[in-house]
Structure formats: structure tokens, C-alpha cells
């Protein structure tokens, strides 16, 4: 079955290190996103995709980097910058952006829970 | 700037009674609309859109949600409430035509109980 699949389901992090959490689709999809959701707010932007070796920045982008280095593949990287990383992590994908076109329903993953030790 | 407005934390429902949960947007030009549900832990699923058309949508597990472009609303509905419907639901905004980034705006979310 075609899907996302996020990994790992939880991940604790060390003051200071770097975590990476992996997101791979094989929907043949274009474009894919990075949510983080904090309770009470909903989903908020961190990064998105519409394209191998491109990436933009979404909201909340500080202290997250990412690669986009195949179709398939979306890793986030939460860096120590980020200050207050703990959250649930969503990526989704979506079969394209097209300016002035049909917006396609995102497909998510079922997630990553994020805490600090 | 583009925004969504869920303005209940929760809703409160007996089950086989009609279900609404509310959704209020603001872009600019004209929207595309969507409802999202999430179970604990899970990701979200997709429920159905709003594109142009009909301003009543049908979607999946028997929700519909009504498009009233004077009043900015989008709320979804449902004409009996299972207990297997509670679950966080989301609202969600995107702007079509010249401009379209992709880019959706969620609402904070209302948690709908159903109960027995």
C-alpha cells in the first residue's frame, strides 16, 4: 500500500544534539511538507518541498533544517538551536503545487513524538 | 494574511444526535477548504475539500460540510454521531488561483466527544 512512513514513532533528544527524524513516501508525490503541532495550535509550517533539491522555508523554520535529495525522502533535522523542541512532528506529502492550480489533499505520516531529556 | 478560526476547543455530542463542528476563514480571493481528522498518535486523514461548486460537500464516514462564502464558514457536519467519530478535527484554508502556493493554514482544532 502506498503511504508515508515516519520513524521513529518517539524520539528524546539531548541539550545540545542534533536529532534527525526521517520521513520517506511512496506516493510518487512531489511535494512534501514538515508540520510541528503543539496542543492547542494546531499545525504550524516548518519546511516544504515542491521539488528534489529544492526546499523552502514555512513558519516556524528557525532551528530546523532539512534535504530534499530524492523523490522519496524529506528528513528534518532538529537542531540545537531549537530551543523548546519537544512536540509531535507530522510530514505530509502532496501530489503538487502548481500555481493556479487544484490543490491536492495532503497524505501524512503518522508521526514523530519529539522530547527532551 | 490568510487565517482559521475553530471557536470550539470541544464539542459535546450524543451519539445517533447531528453533529456541527464550526470553521470560519479568512483569505484573500477565493479559498480552497478543507476538513482533516485525527485519532490519538495518528496523523491526519483527510475528510473532504472544498474546491468551487456545490457549497455543500459530501466526504468520507458520512460528514458533509456546508461553503457559505457571505458568512466565511465552512462548518462540517454529520446527521448521526457515532461514538467512533471522537477524534481532534481540522480546519484548513489555502487560496487558489495566480499566487497558489500549496500552502495550507490550519485551524487550533476542536475535539469532538460522542457519547453513548
Known amino acids: 500500500d502506498g503511504g508515508i512512513t515516519q520513524s521513529p514513532k518517539y524520539l528524546f533528544r539531548k541539550e545540545g544534539q542534533n536529532v534527525t527524524l526521517s520521513c520517506e513516501q511512496n506516493l510518487n508525490h512531489d511535494a512534501m511538507y514538515w508540520y510541528r503541532q503543539d496542543p492547542g495550535q494546531g499545525l504550524r509550517l516548518i519546511y516544504y518541498s515542491q521539488i528534489v533539491n529544492d526546499f523552502q522555508k514555512g513558519d516556524i523554520a528557525e532551528g530546523y533544517s532539512v534535504s530534499r535529495e530524492k523523490k522519496e525522502s524529506f528528513p528534518l533535522t532538529v537542531t540545537s538551536a531549537q530551543k523548546n523542541p519537544t512536540a509531535f512532528y507530522l510530514c505530509?506529502?502532496?501530489?503538487?503545487?502548481?500555481?493556479?492550480?487544484?490543490?491536492?489533499?495532503?497524505?501524512f505520516g503518522d508521526g514523530t513524538r519529539l522530547s527532551i531529556l | 494574511a490568510q487565517s482559521v478560526a475553530q471557536p470550539e476547543d470541544q464539542v459535546n455530542v450524543a451519539e445517533g444526535n447531528p453533529l456541527t463542528v464550526k470553521c470560519t476563514y479568512s483569505?484573500?480571493?477565493?479559498?480552497?477548504l478543507f476538513w482533516y481528522v485525527q485519532y490519538p498518535n495518528r496523523g491526519l486523514q483527510f475528510l473532504l475539500k472544498y474546491i468551487t461548486g456545490d457549497n455543500l460537500v459530501k466526504g468520507s464516514y458520512g460528514f458533509e460540510a456546508e461553503f457559505n462564502k457571505s458568512q466565511t464558514s465552512f462548518h462540517l457536519k454529520k446527521p448521526s454521531a457515532l461514538v467512533s467519530d471522537s477524534a481532534l478535527y481540522f480546519c484548513a484554508v489555502s487560496r487558489h488561483g495566480s499566487g497558489n502556493t500549496g500552502k495550507l493554514i490550519f485551524g487550533q482544532g476542536t475535539t469532538l466527544q460522542v457519547k453513548p
Open positions: 505530509a506529502s502532496s501530489i503538487d503545487i502548481r500555481p493556479g492550480g487544484d490543490n491536492q489533499p495532503q497524505h
Open positions: 483569505v484573500s480571493g477565493n479559498p480552497y
